[in-house]
């Protein structure tokens, strides 16, 4: 069966960065695009961008542009999500999830990303 | 903020029907045919119930449906279980520049 499988939980300080990694099975990796969101205490899912496993190409959100990364290990069938210079208000939940129709159908788990100094 | 607007709780008793809107704008619910709908238990990854606004995912049972009119979907579970007890939340595609866009979700409760 598809699985995403997120990496544990991290505490960063601030200006710090954080690597997250989602590793996929149960389905053909370069197959689907994969996103990446999150959710901040108290608030809303937020899209921050997605890639594609099979050429590596990605597309992120305005938000988050110049600080975020994503890219992926064909070898391993994991994508990594990388956010740098760290703030407080990026402690959220992070998700990866995979594409179908446009949005997201099978989802990982979560990542609790904590930036406290 | 969420980019979609969801009212944040929802209740029913168990047999009833209870039905959970989601209002986008003419840049996404409105124009495009791709929301779907999650429900996630606590401390569970969201599960795929709805996508492309009316079809169910797989082994999702037909007491979900949804449906969409202008810019609003909207998410029906007829005959309430126990288990129906979630939050919902809704996305749909908005386009090249923000990919994906979701609401605040609700709560559903089953008296």
């Known amino acids: 069966q598809v699985q995403l499988v997120q990496s544990g939980a991290e505490v960063k300080k601030p200006g710090a960065s954080v690597k997250v990694s989602c590793k996929a099975s149960?389905?053909?990796?370069?197959?689907?695009?994969l996103h990446w969101m999150r959710r901040a205490p108290g608030q809303g899912l937020e899209w921050m961008g997605r890639i594609d496993p099979n050429r590596g190409g990605t597309s992120y959100a305005q938000k988050f542009q110049g600080r975020v990364s994503m890219t992926r290990d064909t070898s391993t069938s994991t994508v990594y999500l990388e956010l740098s210079r760290l703030r407080s208000d990026d402690t959220a939940m992070y998700y990866c999830?995979?594409?179908?129709?446009?949005?997201?159908?099978?989802w990982g788990q979560g990542t609790l990303v904590t930036v406290s100094s | 903020q969420s980019a979609l607007t969801q009212p944040p709780s929802a209740s029913g008793s168990p047999g009833q029907s209870v039905t959970i809107s989601c209002t986008g704008t003419s840049s996404d619910i409105g124009v495009y045919n791709y929301v779907s709908w999650y429900q996630q238990h606590p401390g569970r990854a969201p599960k795929l119930m709805i996508y492309?606004?009316?079809k169910r995912s797989s082994g999702v049972p037909d007491r979900f449906s949804g449906s969409k009119s202008g810019n609003t979907a909207s998410l029906t579970v007829s005959g309430l279980q126990a288990e129906d007890e979630a939050d919902y939340f809704c996305s749909s595609y908005g386009g090249s520049n923000n990919f994906v866009v979701f609401g605040g979700g609700t709560k559903l409760t089953v008296l």
């Open positions: 999830a995979r594409e179908v129709s446009l949005n997201p159908d099978y």
């Open positions: 149960g389905y053909p990796f370069s197959g689907y695009y």
């Open positions: 492309e606004v009316t």
